[in-house]
């Protein structure tokens, strides 16, 4: 079973080659990837990403859904088939009891934090102060080390080999990437906030 992000020091994300900060699953997912790459083959996965600290109040309630801002940006990167924010496909299973963020009232009056986070920091488009989270999948490398069948120009049966230095997964390489473009997307929605006042 997937840890969430909150029992994982994300402060060892670089500590080893598959960029996981779950040191156990970080082996488990070298040792597939080799495994895969010995077989000539190849293999997809997925990015977590969390975003702290985000102040309230950046994003739209229509044009300008912070959350749709997000996955624009995430599909736009090569080898992306997916993006979820907050509970995503699992939120599905609940009920609406079960998955509303009802806010608490803290001792400091000044500030409204949720109880849960199944919305993922952003609700009705516009961020709420509460950690941002999303996970964006990525397919596998369509060049393989196996011989494939296909046709040429002219219809004939031809046979394809891929030939080259080929990753056998991108989801390593697709982390800053999935960092940087998240972080041009909250600049882009920080500076529009400061346009407004």
């Known amino acids: 079973m997937e840890k969430s992000y909150a029992e994982i020091d994300l402060s060892l994300t670089e500590t080893n080659d598959v960029r996981c900060p779950d040191t156990d699953l970080a082996e488990q997912m070298i040792d597939l990837i080799k495994q895969v790459r010995k077989a000539g083959d190849t293999i997809g996965g997925v990015v977590s990403a969390v975003v702290r ?64 986070n199944f919305s993922g920091g952003i609700q009705g488009g516009i961020s709420n102060g509460m950690d941002i989270y999303f996970r964006v999948a990525f397919k596998p490398v369509a060049t393989i080390m196996r011989d494939q069948e296909s046709f040429n120009a002219a219809g004939e049966p031809v046979t394809v080999s891929g030939k080259g230095r080929h990753d056998p997964c991108v989801v390593p390489r697709a982390v800053p990437i999935v960092e940087a473009m998240a972080a041009l997307v909250l600049a882009d929605h920080l500076l529009r906030a400061r346009t407004k006042v």
Do not use: W
């Open 53 to 116: 600290g985000c102040p309230p109040g950046l994003g739209a309630p229509v044009f300008d859904k912070l959350h749709a801002e997000l996955g624009k940006a995430m599909l736009s990167i090569n080898a992306a088939k997916g993006f979820e924010y907050g509970s995503g496909f699992e939120g599905v299973k609940m009920l609406g009891s079960q998955h509303n963020d009802q806010f608490n009232t803290p001792a400091d009056t000044t500030s409204r934090l949720t109880r849960t």
